[in-house]
């Protein structure tokens, strides 16, 4: 194996500082990030709370032990749930944990912006162009730093935009690159159909 197999096991050792996966909270939650069943008592159901995100989470006792049995796999036994419902205006997010900060629009423009901060650092970002008048939503970007990658926190921008305007039609461009493709590729979203009137008319007293 190569460099790049030395640093996905050292990723998977949970080297970033303890760092354990996010997922967007939600109240059907029936099978663990391997796909284990949680909904059938066959253990006891432990709700952990992550101090370093500042979030409830769920523990899967059949991933401990197999990740016990197994220390180069990566580490999901553990994950925190961030509610993508709950986006905080600049300047009153908490400084501490993992949040969601919310940028509107600028004047003239349909792009917001959601970032996502850890301790009051950016870590990740999505932005996202909604129109109310065709009741559609682009995926511009999704960006989320090198060292916190593979933990989530893209899934998480993504439903956190959709959160924004759930009931619109939402499309996706495609990115480049093989890595940023994989991403794409899991998200159910068609490409943008024809640019919407609505973004020319904002666009054109420039
Ligand atoms: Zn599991
Ligand atoms: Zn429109």
Known sequence: MGEAGEAVRSEARGEYGGLIPVRPATSKLVVCLRGHRLDLDLYDKLKPYSHRYRLHGTLCEVCRAQEACEPAARRLTEW????????????????????LVAHPPAAGTLAGRIELRLDGTLVGAVTASLCAGCRTA????????????????????????????P??????????????????????????????????AVDSPR
């Open 80 to 99: 925190a749930h961030l509610d993508v419902t709950v986006q905080h205006p600049t300047g009153t997010a908490p400084g501490n944990g993992l949040v």
């Open 138 to 165: 682009t995926l511009d970007y999704v960006h989320v730093a090198a060292e916190y990658r593979r933990l989530g926190f893209g899934r998480t921008l993504v439903a956190a935009a959709v959160a924004r305007a």
């Open 167 to 200: 009931s619109y039609r939402w499309t996706a461009p495609l990115p480049d690159g093989p890595v940023a493709q994989s991403f794409r590729a899991r998200m159910a979203m068609r490409r943008p159909g024809q640019r919407c009137v609505h973004a020319g």
